[in-house]
């Protein structure tokens, strides 16, 4: 018995969260579980509580029946997906509090195992890998196969990312053998944009700037210039990942405002700089190669911050290559 079933055993209702600003494994891992509830314990009460997400993931089926404010239901059990701490939670982290058991699954580094049980299992792919590995296989639907196979790809960028494993393709076989259509998920959810997100990657890309000799790039939106464009953070998707493939780039930065001198910051990096180190300093966190924060000050000031501790990892990666 995995420790998800041991966890629902005697469990009448659990509620299901993720982390703020949800992308593709959140919203993936969280609508997968719910599915799997009501295939295999049917005779638990489940409900989802996550931030409004891009409607790009619309096409997942249970996408409106997901809970974007907090109310005074409670739940037995907690289960927090793909969030490294519960601060991530948002609001609905009253839940977690209100919760007789909690448990955690995730993949991130940095998880500050803040639950009564925590499975972190850093070397996986995406939490949708995480979660695959607790599911009796026979029970998950075409419906949750679709949910997983997205948090797979949009945590390996299609399988591109190092994070990728046998393993994750063999799991990535498994959903497709329930009949996903998995090339449409991947063009709808992973490559697809609106109009609009195309002109603001087009803009990032115009204004990026590289330094420590094109070894980095830097890109940022200032809220006035999304305000023009009628964008928000949910429109970004896809933008530090064109950055990332830059040629010669090493470590890829962009940032979005989102008040008044804060910035959501997100990083990437190829092989020589542990990103995850550097978000966990600024009270942020994630992968290796893939991190994130919130930083306040000016853009300039922001790009400073980050450079230092990016320069210190590239000095130490060329003394190891001399």
Known sequence: MTVLEQMLDGAGSVV????????????????????????SRPDIRAAVYLEESSPKF?????????RHQADDDSYELCICLDSGDEERLGEFGIYLKRAKKSLCLDHHITN??????????????STCEVLFEQLDEEKIDKAAAECLYTGLIHDTGVFKYSCTSARTMEIAGKLMAKGIDFGTIIDDSFYKKTYVQNQILGRALLESVTFFDGKCIFSALRQS??????????????????????EGVEVAIFMYQTGPQQFKVSLRSHSQVDVSRIAAYFG??????????????????VVNNLSLHIARQLDAAGGQEE
Do not use: W
């Open 58 to 66: 619309s096409y997942l089926k249970g996408y409106d029946a997901i």
């Open 16 to 39: 299901i969260l993720g982390h703020v600003r949800p992308d593709g494994d959140c919203l993936g891992s969280a609508l997968g579980l719910y599915h799997y509830l009501q295939i």
């Open 225 to 246: 210039e999304m305000e023009f464009y009628g964008v928000d953070g949910k429109d970004m998707d896809g933008i530090i990942d064109q950055l990332r493939l830059t």
């Open 112 to 125: 500050t195992r803040y639950c009564e049980v925590n499975l972190v299992a850093e070397n996986a792919s």
């Open 284 to 301: 942020g966190g994630g992968h290796v190669r893939a991190a994130g924060c919130t930083m306040s000050g000016r853009i300039h000031d």
